[in-house]
C-alpha cells in the first residue's frame, strides 16, 4: 500500500508488515503510518507523553533524538535506533520496525464514576478488643482470649467455633499480640476471624465493577468510607 503524496521526502519502509512509501518533509513517522494505514498505537493521540509509539530504525538513517526522546530512553537504545514515532521525522531513507507491542490496541483505564452517599455496611466487620494478658492463674490460649472478648461486645459477630480463625493469623498471633500491648483490631467475616493488626489501623475493602469493556477499582477505608484510590 503507497499512497503518498507527491511531495518531496524520503523512502520509508515499515517492517515487519512490509510496507513502505515516502515519508513527507515534516512528517512525522506515526502521521506517515496512519496516512498508509499501518497500524501503530498512539494512546496519547501523538502528544509525546506516552511510550506507546515507539519504534525501532533498523536500516538506513537513524533521525537524531529529539530532547524528549533523549530523555524517555537509555543511551543504549538510542543508539539502537529506538525513537518515538510521533517525535521522529526522516534525515534520509530508512526502515522502521514496529514492535508488536506498538502495535496492540491500547488498554484504557476508567475509575471517574458517581459518588453517592449510601450506609456503610461492609461485609467485613471490624472490633478493636483489649484482652488481659495470660498469668499463672490464666494460661487460655491467644486465640481463645480474641473469642472471649469478642463475645463480650454487645454486636457481638457469631463465631461458628472457637477454631473459626485464619491459619495465618494463627501463625502470627503470639509475637504479634504481645508487640500490640494486648490491643488489636480484629476483622471477623462470615463468623470466622480472618485478619488482625495493631489497634489503630484501618480494614480496606476494594470495590470492583466489572464491565464488558472496562474494569475499574476503588480502594476503600471499611471504617470511614473513604475511597483511598482508584
Ligand atoms: S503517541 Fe504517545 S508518545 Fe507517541
Same mark, same amino acid.
Given at each position: 500500500m503507497n499512497?503518498?503524496?507527491?511531495?518531496?521526502?524520503?523512502?520509508?519502509?515499515f517492517q515487519p508488515m512490509e510496507e513502505g512509501g515516502v515519508i513527507v518533509t515534516g512528517e512525522t513517522v506515526l502521521d506517515c503510518a496512519r496516512r498508509m494505514r499501518v497500524r501503530l498505537a498512539s494512546s496519547c493521540g501523538g502528544h509525546g507523553t506516552c511510550m506507546s509509539c515507539a519504534i525501532q530504525v533498523v536500516d538506513g538513517v537513524i533521525p537524531e533524538p529529539t530532547q524528549a526522546d533523549a530523555d524517555a530512553f537509555s543511551q543504549r537504545r538510542l543508539d539502537q535506533g529506538w525513537r518515538r514515532a510521533c517525535l521522529v521525522e526522516a534525515a534520509g531513507d530508512f526502515t522502521v520496525l514496529i514492535p508488536a507491542r506498538s502495535t496492540a490496541a491500547p488498554v484504557r483505564t476508567q475509575v471517574d464514576g458517581q459518588a453517592a452517599e449510601v450506609d456503610l455496611d461492609p461485609a467485613v466487620k471490624d472490633y478493636v478488643i483489649e484482652l488481659a494478658p495470660p498469668s499463672m492463674e490464666d494460661m487460655e490460649g491467644d486465640d481463645g482470649r480474641i473469642f472471649h472478648a469478642l463475645a463480650k461486645l454487645d454486636d457481638?459477630?457469631? *463465631?461458628?467455633?472457637?477454631?473459626d480463625m485464619d491459619i495465618?493469623? *494463627?501463625?502470627?498471633?503470639?509475637?504479634?499480640?504481645?508487640?500490640?500491648?494486648?490491643?488489636?483490631?480484629?476483622?471477623?467475616?462470615?463468623? $470466622?476471624?480472618?485478619?488482625?493488626?495493631?489497634?489503630?489501623?484501618?480494614?480496606?475493602?476494594?470495590?470492583?465493577?466489572?464491565?464488558?469493556?472496562?474494569?475499574?477499582?476503588?480502594?476503600?477505608? *471499611?471504617?470511614?468510607? $473513604?475511597? *483511598?484510590?482508584?
Open positions: 499512497d503518498a503524496p507527491a511531495a518531496s521526502g524520503f523512502r520509508i519502509q457481638a459477630p457469631l *463465631l461458628a467455633s472457637a477454631g495465618g493469623i *494463627l501463625r502470627i498471633l503470639a509475637p504479634a499480640l504481645r508487640d500490640w500491648k494486648w490491643r488489636a483490631r480484629i476483622s471477623v467475616f462470615g463468623g $470466622e476471624v480472618i485478619a488482625a493488626g495493631p489497634p489503630g489501623s484501618h480494614a480496606l475493602g476494594m470495590a470492583v465493577d466489572l464491565g464488558t469493556t472496562n474494569v475499574s477499582a476503588v480502594l476503600v477505608d *471499611l471504617v470511614s468510607g $473513604e475511597s *483511598l484510590a482508584s
